[in-house]
């Protein structure tokens, strides 16, 4: 029996190092590597694709995010601090112990009530928080794609106001691609 566990147990990782070959390489493109950086630090994709080009303008979106990111970390603290104080209140009225004088004119039921509605905000915090967190990432992905977008002058469209046969009044719309 053993022989036949050990038997598979070496065909099975003989089966996976063979899949794994030491010339395989992670090549990144330039907005992965946006996304990458900004998932590290929140606001360095944008400072990336600032520096990288200018005429992006993308250094105002960094404050906007650290505030986002701020604030909802700031309600998350309050209404995780605030739970938890009601259900200290909670527990201490149930088994005879000293009330908070914060939570004094509160019955039981209002403050069991008060308890679920901060674990709810809590919650929602920490929804606003990873979602702040994810838009800033796929923000700067998106941003990363316009470092290198072509805006030349060759890159143009023309409405040109024209006179048909019949003395019809018309526009001849003119794109140009090079």
Known sequence: ????LCFILLSFTSFAQDSIRPTDSLKLSYHQKSMLAS?????????RNSHD???????????????????????????QQTQLSLKQEYTNRKNGGS??????????????????????W???????????????????????????????PDLSWHLVPQVLPNKYIGASFQLTFR
Do not use: C
Request: net charge negative.
């Open 1 to 4: 029996m053993r022989s036949w």
């Open 39 to 47: 998932a590290l630090v929140p606001g360095l994709g944008q400072i």
């Open 99 to 120: 009330l908070n004088p914060t939570w004094a004119p509160y019955d039981d039921q209002a403050v069991l009530q008060l308890y679920r509605q901060y674990l709810d």
């Open 53 to 79: 080009a200018p005429n992006l303008q993308a250094l105002w979106k960094v404050p906007l995010i650290y505030g986002g990111l701020g604030a909802a970390g700031y309600f998350l603290i309050s209404n």
């Open 122 to 152: 809590r919650d929602l915090s920490i929804l606003g928080f990873a979602a702040i967190y994810l838009f800033q990432i796929a923000e700067a992905g998106a941003a990363a794609h316009f470092v290198h977008f072509d805006t030349s």
